[in-house]
C-alpha cells in the first residue's frame, strides 16, 4: 500500500514526519495522513515523493510488496557485487600501501618478493600488477552497481 511504503521509505531515511514535511513543502499532519491511510497525496506530490526517494511512482502506487531494496534504487542481485567491489578495491590499496612500506623499511622483503617470481618481471612488478588489477576489477564492480 502507498501508505506503508511511504512510511518505509521515511523511516529507512532516517527522517521524521516533519522533516519529510520540510522537504515536500507540506505540513507533518498531511504526512501523518499519507502514512495512516486516511489521506492520499495529489499527483503532483506523488511526483516529488518518488523524486526525494528516487523511486518511481509506479513502484509507490503499485500494491505488490517489492522489497525495498528494490525502493532504495539497489537491486537485490547488486548488493554483493558492490560489497566483493569494496573488498577487492580496498585489497589492492592495502597491498599496494604493504609494499611501499616494505620497500622503504624492509629491503629484505622486497629481494625476497623478487627472486621468488617464474615469470621474467621481478617479483616486485608482478605483486604490484596484481594489486593493480585488484583496484581496477574492484572499481569496476563498484562502477557497474552505482546506484542509478
Known sequence: MLSEKIYKLRKN???????????????RQAV??????TAVPESEK????SNFFEVSVDYLLKDDNGDILKAEGCDIEEKPKRIAGIIICASGVVLVVIWGLLSIF????????????LITIDG???FLVLC????????SLLLK????
Open 124 to 126: 616486485n612488478g608482478m
Open 106 to 117: 624492509h629491503s629484505t622483503a622486497i629481494n625476497q618478493i623478487s627472486e621468488s617470481s
Open 13 to 27: 531515511s532516517g527522517l521524521s514526519q516533519e522533516q519529510l514535511a520540510e522537504e515536500l513543502n507540506v505540513s
Open 132 to 139: 593493480v588489477v585488484a583496484i581496477i576489477v574492484g572499481a
Open 145 to 148: 552497481t552505482k546506484k542509478k
Open 46 to 49: 506523488l511526483v516529488t515523493i
Open 32 to 37: 501523518s495522513k499519507w502514512e495512516s491511510g
